[in-house]
């Protein structure tokens, strides 16, 4: 019996993508945190709601991918990746005052 595929999204992408992979992983994860860490520090109270529960969510899927393969599933990792996208999104203020 040969074990197909790791019930752990993180082996996985070892096993799958070797230490390219593990670095390429690493580089998202650092980057979407500096990001977090840029919007959380913002005023906005409803732009910090979207991006503190996103950061949340995503942080609760990461833990999930431990101990089980769920973002093979497509609706998961379509899910993942709109987490991904409220969380750190920048959403240009607009300029009101001027009439047309």
């Known amino acids: 019996m040969t074990p197909q595929q790791a019930h752990n999204d993180y082996l996985e992408l ?3 993508g070797g230490l390219i992979g593990v ?6 994860f650092i980057v979407f945190f500096k990001e977090l860490n840029i919007r959380l520090r913002q005023r906005d109270a409803s732009l910090y709601c979207f991006v503190h529960r996103g950061a949340r969510q995503h ?6 991918s431990i101990f089980d393969f769920g973002l093979h599933i497509t609706i998961n990792s379509l ?3 709109s987490l991904v996208v ?4 920048s959403v240009p203020k607009v300029d009101r005052s001027v009439g047309d």
């Not at 670095?23 to 998202?28: C, D, K, T, V």
Request: hydrophobic share 65%.
């Open 14 to 16: 070892l096993a799958s």
């Open 23 to 28: 670095a390429i992983g690493l580089w998202f």
């Open 59 to 64: 942080i609760r899927c990461g833990d999930h």
């Open 79 to 81: 899910l993942f990746v």
């Open 86 to 89: 409220i969380a750190t999104v």
